[in-house]
């Protein structure tokens, strides 16, 4: 147990120091990065193959993390954190075209252009957006940080909801039950610096940031 929560610690730090490289890398002045793994702590796999820095994720791709797992990866002008006991596939024949959060956490920044994300209990079309899901057992929460997205619950498809935000206005469980498919909630386990770091990667500023005036989370 004692070794267990040693290398844990160990991979926190290794993956805190990845994180501080990335962010003084963007702020000299570099490129957008290119695409591919560019964060990879504990058990992360593509297809089953472990991870590595550098490997591309395409269409078809399935991104597994397990206990202990993280990644941080660029596709085109889209980044995206995977936390722990996660799992991702990205669809179509093109990874414009969209994604499913199979279980777990993801944290995602978009260029511009539509986009799909299939969940357990919704599909939301996204637009040039900011935004994170946690997978429960019979619900999802999401947080559209900033942009536009179209949310359809399967439990209930009529009740359709269009919503616009700036800056985490309206966090939401989105369940299975189709008596209350839509219910508000705060925002949670994701914050403001993890999304400044993901569009720094791909060469953008969050808008809140351009924006100014906004508290942070």
């Not at 002045?29 to 560019?38: A, D, K, N, V, Y």
């Not at 193959?49 to 994720?57: F, S």
């Not at 920044?109 to 799909?116: A, E």
Request: aromatic share 6%; proline share 6%.
């Amino acid at each position: 147990m004692k070794r267990r929560k040693l290398l844990k610690g160990i991979a926190g730090l290794l993956m805190a120091e990845r994180l501080l490289h990335l962010q003084a890398a963007w702020a000299a002045g570099q490129q957008p990065l290119p695409p591919g793994m560019h964060t990879v702590s504990g058990e992360v796999t593509v297809n089953g193959r472990p991870a590595q820095p550098g490997m591309l994720v395409q269409a078809g791709d399935q991104v597994v993390t397990g206990s202990g797992g993280k990644a941080i990866y660029v596709i085109g002008r889209d980044a995206y954190l995977q936390r722990e006991r996660s799992s991702v596939q990205f669809l179509g024949d093109s990874v414009s075209n969209g994604l499913r959060v199979i279980s777990g956490k993801l944290l995602s920044v978009f260029g511009k252009g539509d986009k799909r994300i299939e969940t357990p209990t919704a599909t939301i079309g996204i637009r040039g957006t900011g935004c994170y899901i946690e997978v429960e057992s019979e619900r999802i929460y999401f947080c559209l940080c900033y942009g536009q997205a179209e949310i359809i619950p399967l439990a209930r498809p009529s009740e359709r909801e269009l919503i616009e935000t700036r800056h985490h206005d309206k966090p939401m469980y989105i369940s299975a039950d189709a008596r209350r498919v839509m219910a508000p909630a705060t925002v949670q386990n994701h914050s403001d610096d993890e999304l400044t770091l993901l569009e720094a990667l791909v060469g953008r500023v969050p808008p809140f940031l351009a924006d100014g005036g906004y508290p942070r989370y």
